[in-house]
């Protein structure tokens, strides 16, 4: 199925209408394609433009936040990782625990996970209260 064409009538510069003259004359070329593929590049670009125009700037704000948030893991990951490896290396190793050091050890995680839950449900952070210093009133 062919798409429909309507005819158009328009003035073009005399120097233009030169080159457009040209152009067909070469074979397989006709004005109306000539026509049509530059009226669709013309369409193409300033449609391009206007959404780099719409959403340029919040996809360089998302970018930005992207970047800081992998960073931010990154330095989270590696101090995690050197803080196990001195923990391993200056820490001696522990006799086996007997059931009262077990049930000592689990109570400690468990408020240890608590406080993890607790601190992420109420949106703060462990690390800000921690090296911030007490707001007194």
Same mark, same amino acid.
């Given at each position: 199925?062919?798409?429909?064409?309507?005819?158009?009538?328009?003035?073009?510069?005399?120097?233009?209408?030169?080159?457009?003259?040209?152009?067909?004359?070469?074979?397989? =070329?006709?004005?109306?394609?000539?026509? $049509?593929?530059?009226? !669709?590049?013309?369409? @193409? +670009?300033?449609? /391009?433009?206007?959404?780099?125009?719409?959403?340029?700037?919040?996809?360089?704000?998302?970018?930005?936040?992207?970047?800081?948030?992998?960073?931010?893991?990154?330095?989270?990951?590696?101090?995690?990782?050197?803080?196990?490896?001195?923990?391993?290396?200056?820490? =001696?190793?522990?006799?086996?625990?007997? $059931?009262?050091?077990? !049930?000592?050890?689990? @109570? +400690?995680?468990? /408020?240890?996970?608590?406080?993890?839950?607790?601190?992420?449900?109420?949106?703060?952070?462990?690390?800000?209260?921690?090296?911030?210093?007490?707001?007194?009133?």
């Amino acid at each position: 199925m062919k798409a429909k064409k309507v005819r158009h009538q328009l003035f073009l510069a005399g120097d233009l209408s030169d080159k457009l003259e040209a152009l067909a004359a070469k074979p397989g =070329a006709s004005k109306s394609a000539i026509l $049509a593929d530059a009226v !669709a590049a013309w369409l @193409d +670009r300033r449609g /391009n433009h206007e959404l780099d125009q719409r959403f340029g700037l919040r996809l360089n704000r998302i970018s930005a936040q992207l970047n800081r948030i992998e960073r931010d893991g990154q330095v989270l990951l590696e101090t995690l990782a050197l803080f196990v490896r001195y923990q391993l290396t200056v820490t =001696a190793p522990l006799p086996e625990p007997d $059931a009262a050091t077990r !049930a000592v050890a689990r @109570d +400690r995680f468990k /408020n240890f996970v608590d406080q993890v839950a607790r601190q992420i449900a109420g949106g703060g952070s462990g690390l800000r209260s921690a090296t911030a210093p007490e707001e007194t009133s």
